[in-house]
Structures are given as structure tokens and as C-alpha cells.
């Protein structure tokens, strides 16, 4: 399950957790129209986070392929929460090691 969240870092606020694209532009929108007079803050972000917050956007590609795994194995149990559990994070850890060394091992067998 994706989720999204709007920030204004003029005003240094952020919507609650969206579970929906659709409501995210209306969180923004209804923010920009309510204290910004319809103007758009400078720097505002808006977009997909993790369970723990955090915007995918800002994250190296090793740490959002972790994430993303980690999410994944978390909405298993319950997709309405935020936060990973400690097996979604080592599953992710080991399947993603996993996969490494299976290619490294390939590498090694085709050379």
C-alpha cells in the first residue's frame, strides 16, 4: 500500500499520512487556498513515503529498495499502519544480500 504526504516548509507543517494520490493534491491544494492565498510555497514537497515518514525522493537507491521491500513485508501482517516490524527489516536485509550474493556467485561461475 503506498502512502503520501504534503509538506510546507514555509510553514513548517505536514499533512497527516494519505493513502491516496487523489488526496494528496487536495491536502495541498486545500492548505495553498487556505493560508497561502492559492500560491505555491517555495520547496513544498509532496509525494511517497515509507512506513517510517520518510519521502522516498530523499533517499539513497539502496535505502529505498530496502524500504520498499520492508513495506512490503509489513503490509503483510497490517497495511493500515506505520512503522516496520524487525522481521520485515531483516527480511529485507537478507533477501537483499541474498540477492547479491546469488549474482556474485553466477558472475563468479560464468567467468
Same mark, same amino acid.
Given at each position: 500500500m503506498r502512502r503520501y504526504r504534503y509538506r510546507c516548509t514555509i510553514c513548517r507543517t505536514t499533512s497527516p499520512v494519505v493513502l491516496?494520490?487523489?488526496d494528496l493534491d487536495s491536502e495541498g491544494d486545500v492548505h495553498r487556498q487556505a493560508v497561502h492565498g492559492g500560491h505555491f510555497p517555495d520547496h513544498e514537497l509532496a509525494g511517497e513515503i515509507d512506513r517510517l515518514g520518510?519521502? +522516498?525522493a530523499a533517499l539513497s537507491p539502496l535505502a529505498v529498495l530496502h524500504a520498499r521491500v520492508a513495506d512490503g513485508l509489513s503490509d503483510l501482517r497490517d497495511e493500515k499502519t506505520m512503522?516496520? +516490524?524487525w522481521w520485515a527489516r531483516a527480511g529485507s536485509a537478507l533477501l537483499i544480500g541474498g540477492s547479491v550474493a546469488l549474482f556474485a556467485l553466477a558472475v563468479t561461475a560464468v567467468l
Open positions: 491516496n494520490p487523489d520518510r519521502w +522516498y512503522g516496520h +516490524y
